[in-house]
């Protein structure tokens, strides 16, 4: 990911404030800069190459259509880095699984064979069922007079039942990411959508069964349309969307980092806060300045090295402990120097 994703800081001076935090031993400043992050992902730049491996549930043809359909949209997609379908499949063939049951694990194990940074692996559950109606309609006719002296044209209103079943399908989909390297679930989605399709009969039936029925199999065309509709939810969940992020600097050590963070001069305060912590590796204040300047930079793994450096140095920070929260789970774990 590149500086490209973020734009220039909003307003730094009018939006800054300053206070004093308890646990904190200076004061900090609070700045606010526009990030691209993707609702199941997280922050963009880290997540590195997708692998999906399908959808599980009972519906085996159903799981295949919204595979195919959802894996074509990941490698079509120019924001993000996919896997084709296909070396995938290949790869999972390799390992004893009855289909349509890819566990988690399984997922993980696949996803590394084939160099994969993120696996997805989701559920599809569906309900399909079927109810039968009739409806009243009129049509105009016409009719013709008959009989001695007559030969008058008339239209009448003629009504006629009209049968049709309607089908309704509602899905379930709960898509799972998986970071390869650490095991760790990053993301979880759930999402739910339902739609009717109405098929007009030529004859009424006799005696049809009152109410919704279940049924095993709909309309090929309400199918798609449901499957297409929920691969079009899945890739919003996935594609980074423009937000606003508030970070906190500390003022501490050298402030001549602050001011260029302040003045837009990114790179600036880059270089001082990276002399700052060579000279002191356990520089709290400076880890946690220069991870805010690598994130504002785009350099979000250099970022997570920082911020993990500073909790490290000073536990107890209540600056860093925010940034840490707001950052992301990727940047809670270990220990970086």
């Known amino acids: 990911m590149t500086a490209s994703y973020y734009r220039t800081v909003l307003s730094l001076l009018a939006a800054a404030t300053l206070s004093h935090l308890p646990g904190c031993a200076a004061s900090s400043l609070s700045v606010r800069f526009d990030v691209y992050r993707s609702p199941l992902l997280g922050l963009p730049g880290g997540e590195g190459t997708i692998a999906l491996l399908g959808f599980n549930g009972t519906d085996l043809a159903l799981n295949n259509l919204a595979g195919f359909l959802f894996a074509r949209a990941l490698v079509s997609d120019s924001t993000l880095s996919a896997i084709e379908m296909r070396p995938v499949l290949r790869t999972l063939s390799r390992h004893p699984h009855d289909a ?7 997922a993980l194990l696949v996803g590394r064979e084939i160099n994969a940074d993120i696996t997805l692996v989701g559920d599809l559950e569906r309900t399909y069922t079927e109810e039968y109606g009739e409806v009243k309609v009129f049509r105009e006719e016409e009719a013709i007079g008959v009989g001695p002296g007559r030969s008058d044209v008339r ?12 089908q309704t399908a509602v899905m379930t989909v709960t898509l799972r990411a998986y970071k390869v390297g650490s095991n760790e679930l990053i993301g979880r989605y759930s999402i739910t959508e339902s739609e009717s399709y109405r098929t007009v009969l030529p004859d009424p039936v006799e005696s049809p069964p009152e109410g919704a029925v279940s049924v095993e199999i709909v309309s090929p065309v309400l199918a798609e349309v449901l499957s297409r509709r929920i691969v079009d939810r899945l890739m919003a969940a996935l594609v980074p969307e423009q937000v606003q992020v508030t970070r906190r600097l500390v003022f501490a ?12 001069h990114w790179s600036r305060a880059v270089a001082i806060w990276e002399g700052v912590v060579d000279a002191d590796p356990n520089d709290a204040a400076a880890w946690n300045n220069l991870a805010v300047a690598y994130e504002r930079s785009g350099r979000l793994s250099d970022a997570a090295d920082a911020y993990r450096s500073a909790l490290s140095s000073d536990p107890g920070d209540r600056t860093i402990q925010f940034n840490i929260r707001a950052f992301g789970p990727s940047a809670a774990g270990g220990t970086a120097r």
């Open 155 to 166: 239209f009448l209103n003629k009504s006629y039942i009209l049968p049709h079943i309607d």
């Open 100 to 106: 349509g049951q890819v566990s988690d694990s399984l």
């Open 253 to 264: 050590g050298d402030r001549r980092a602050v001011s260029a963070a302040i003045e837009g």
